[in-house]
């Protein structure tokens, strides 16, 4: 049987795409780039997936013992399996002393040295100390450092300044740098080396140290001395400071975590990004594919009913259409993937040359191997949407115009995205966006499936309009579009498309930034700002009135949200409650501020208050940077948590679980009379928390949605000029009836109008309702849209429009 009809199936394949060869160049195309999105974007996440952070200060030490930099919640619900999540800590989990001793009596160790990470400041005066990065002489053989003129620190005022190093560069023996006379310059990066005791003391936390680098006897292979390590902290049943875990053991690429404790968080950040902007793609492309070869296949129905008249089986005509858009799909798949390979390395090159967007120590490596399999995952999903889309346009050859499951599937997304723009309105942040995103890609999918009884209804209420006053070309119009509704819907959905995704991205993105910058202007009532010294050396200033001290750090909270418990990792503030008025200003809706004076307290942005049904007196269960459980009582609920975060602790409670708890700056309220600090201090730059990775996270989502947009646009453009392909013998009949070319540019330009406008309306009205909802969640009022962003989409829809009406058809073929 199936030898019987394979060379009628290849023979129809091969003419068919011969034949049609014009009509699947926009399917080619729309193919070529969603592979080239798609390939992108699964190098990206591949070359994410397997970074690390880099090794360099442990790159001598085989085995390095540190705490646990990752918090867990395992939830045992009554009616599921125990689910168990996790969140990095972005603050140093600390380990005992003891765990030294422990480690120096293993056998096969050779030596195992404590190391410690601090901050020296210089001695600045009225200016902004220097700070550089100290360490014990004794930790640098870890790497190991080298002496390259001098000696080691013997005493406290000693030190051994790093070349490679700011404080290094162009330093020379017997100089000062912090206060301390340089006795030695070693290679090596940033850091200033004094003896062990001073580094116990500057440390600041007797009785514990960061980590323990474990150095073998020569000959001792690595897992060997891991597993001995290993036994031996497991029998001590030493556990970290913070939250009482027990100690890791840590080899290979796992040590750099212990280095760079911003890597890893901002890498599982990034994987998050690509991941949720990688499923936008998938819908996206599954909306823009199924259009296109739809249509494509959808505007044959005459040839597909005359195959079916002369004997070809259904199944002859799916298989046929199938391997037609796979022999197109496949070489554009093809192609998009090896075109993404250059637009990924040139992104990736441009993202690394960005001083400071990538965080530092985050390794991205792109082995060969990961081009390969990317790619073929890129093109193998792209081939097999474009099968899956064939699939369900032929499943019913010979039936022509939609269907009633269409009309009640489509109905059905409205509802639903109704209900997820509703419920939008009572969540809060991500919360409130997701469920905003969730409501316009099921908002646009429903218009899509109803794309036919929408172009009919707008028509019908423009039909008057184009009889009476377009004349001739409007009554061609009419009935053109009551005749060919399907085609019309077709051509609708992707200006729809383009138009929604385009306003939800950047009216979101804009209401959000303008509300937090309005908080953060008027949470910050601050003369002064100060950095480089404390609120403590603040105050006694002359003229000062009031300072507080900024401390930046994080915080975890465990919850469950829609049945899915989860660890979000939020920025805090710690401040000095006595500090607070004239410098920073909540925005207190309940409670008072006065209470964060003492510790185990917290204030509690209205959000999440709500979110979390608490209120003053309520206890809120916190994590704070370095794991470390606390259950801290309410004493007030602000309103501006855009801009100062969902938590303000005291800061003599945060100070403790910080790796390094001096003020990130400090505010000060002045007098009428001129102060000494108003020389010193600088202009106020409201307070506005950030997050770890935030700006290399903006830069991706940007760079994607931009490829996303371009996406949509190609595929209005695609959609456009293949229905305009397919309809040349239309237009060429109406000009040997009678029509004019001109008559027939008319006409076009009158459905050009009609896309444009009834697009850009309806897409419009589809954003609207979750962009409501989502502003109403987040700043209790309408979402803005720059008016410059505005013009420029409806300009780039109408440019789009207008030539995908036209280009298919110049008016040379009119002429003729």
């Known amino acids: 049987m199936k030898r019987a009809w394979n060379p009628a199936v290849r023979l129809l394949a091969t003419r068919s795409l011969r034949t049609h060869r014009k009509a699947w160049a926009a399917v080619f195309a729309a193919v070529a780039v969603t592979s080239a999105l798609l390939g992108a974007l699964a190098l990206a996440a591949g070359s994410v997936g397997l970074g690390h952070a880099r090794v360099e200060r442990y790159a001598a030490a085989p085995v390095v013992v540190a705490g646990d930099q990752e918090v867990s919640w395992t939830t045992d619900p009554p009616v599921s399996e125990p689910t168990t999540v996790s969140a990095g800590l972005t603050e140093r989990v ?148 913070a939250s009482g875990q027990p100690l890791r053991a840590l080899t290979g690429d796992g040590r750099g975590g212990v280095e760079y404790l911003a890597a890893p968080p901002a890498r599982t950040q990034l994987l998050e990004l690509l991941a949720a902007v990688s499923g936008t793609v998938l819908l996206i492309a599954v909306l823009v594919l199924s259009s296109l070869v739809a249509q494509a296949l959808g505007q044959r129905g005459a040839e597909r009913d005359l195959l079916l008249a002369v004997g070809a089986t259904p199944r002859q005509v799916r298989a046929a259409a199938g391997r037609e858009v796979t022999r197109v799909a496949g070489a554009a798949a093809v192609l998009g993937a090896v075109a993404a390979v250059p637009a990924f390395l040139v992104a990736w090159s441009m993202l690394r040359a960005r001083t400071g967007v990538v965080p530092e120590g985050l390794v991205l490596p792109t082995p060969p191997w990961l081009f390969a399999a990317a790619l073929i995952v890129a093109a193998a999903l792209v081939v097999g949407l474009a099968r899956l889309v064939v699939l369900f346009s032929t499943r019913r050859a010979g039936r022509q115009g939609p269907g009633r499951a269409r009309r009640v599937g489509g109905l059905v997304l409205l509802a639903l995205g109704a209900g997820a723009a509703v419920t939008a309105t009572t969540q809060g942040g991500e919360a409130a966006g997701a469920a905003a995103g969730a409501a316009t890609v099921t908002l646009v999918s429903g218009c899509a499936l109803l794309g036919p009884w929408i172009a009919r209804g707008a028509m019908r209420i423009l039909d008057g309009a184009f009889r009476r006053l377009g004349g001739a070309p409007g009554r061609l119009t009419a009935a053109g579009a009551a005749a060919h509704s399907r085609r019309l819907g077709a051509a609708l959905t992707p200006v729809v498309l383009v138009t929604a995704f385009a306003l939800v991205q950047l009216t979101a993105g804009s209401t959000m930034v303008r509300e937090a910058e309005a908080q953060a202007r008027s949470a910050t009532t601050a003369d002064l700002a100060v950095a480089g010294t404390t609120a403590e050396q603040v105050r006694r200033t002359p003229g000062v009135t009031a300072a507080t001290d900024v401390l930046r750090s994080t915080v975890v909270l465990a919850r469950t949200q829609a049945g899915t418990p989860r660890l979000d990792r939020l920025p805090v503030l710690g401040v000095d409650a006595g500090g607070l008025k004239g410098t920073l200003d909540p925005g207190v809706v309940a409670g008072d501020l006065a209470g964060l004076a003492g510790r185990g307290t917290v204030a509690v942005g209205a959000d999440m208050a709500g979110s979390l049904d608490v209120r003053p007196g309520s206890t809120v269960a916190l994590r704070l940077g370095d794991g470390t459980e606390k259950r801290l009582r309410v004493v007030a609920v602000y309103a501006r948590s855009l801009a100062l975060g969902e938590f303000l602790l005291p800061k003599a409670e945060l100070a403790p679980h910080m790796t390094d708890p001096y003020p990130a700056r400090v505010l000060a309220a002045k007098g009428d009379a001129p102060s000494d600090a108003a020389r010193s201090g600088s202009a106020v730059v409201p307070e506005q928390v950030t997050t770890a990775g935030a700006e290399l996270n903006g830069i991706v989502s940007a760079a994607v949605l931009t490829a996303i947009g371009a996406l949509t646009v190609l595929s209005v453009l695609s959609t456009l000029a293949l229905i305009g392909a397919g309809r040349r013998g239309e237009l060429a009949l109406l000009t040997q009836v009678g029509a004019s070319a001109g008559q027939v540019r008319r006409m076009l330009g009158l459905e050009a109008g009609f896309l444009t406008a009834t697009g850009l309306l309806l897409g419009g009205v589809v954003a609207a309702l979750p962009l409501t909802a989502f502003a109403w969640a987040l700043t209790g009022g309408l979402p803005y849209l720059p008016p410059a962003q505005a013009a420029l989409l409806a300009g780039t829809v109408v440019v789009t429009v207008v030539a995908g009406v036209f280009l298919p058809v110049s008016g040379r073929r009119l002429r003729r």
């Open 94 to 241: 600390r380990i005992p002393s003891a765990a030294v001793d422990v480690l120096r009596e293993v056998p096969g160790v050779r030596a195992a040295v404590p190391d410690d990470t601090f901050v020296v400041r210089g001695t600045g005066a009225g200016t902004p100390a220097e700070t550089y990065t100290g360490r014990s002489w004794e930790a640098a053989s870890l790497a190991p450092y080298k002496l390259l003129d001098g000696r080691e620190p013997r005493k406290a005022a000693e030190v051994v300044v790093g070349a490679g190093s700011g404080a290094g560069a162009g330093v020379r023996v017997g100089e000062t740098v912090a206060g301390r006379t340089v006795v030695g310059v070693a290679d090596g990066p940033a850091a200033l080396y004094v003896t062990a005791p001073e580094a116990r003391r500057l440390a600041g936390h007797p009785g514990a140290v960061d980590a323990v680098g474990v150095l073998a006897e020569p000959g001792v292979p690595v897992d060997t001395l891991h597993a001995r390590v290993r036994a031996a902290l497991d029998r001590a049943g030493l556990k970290d400071t």
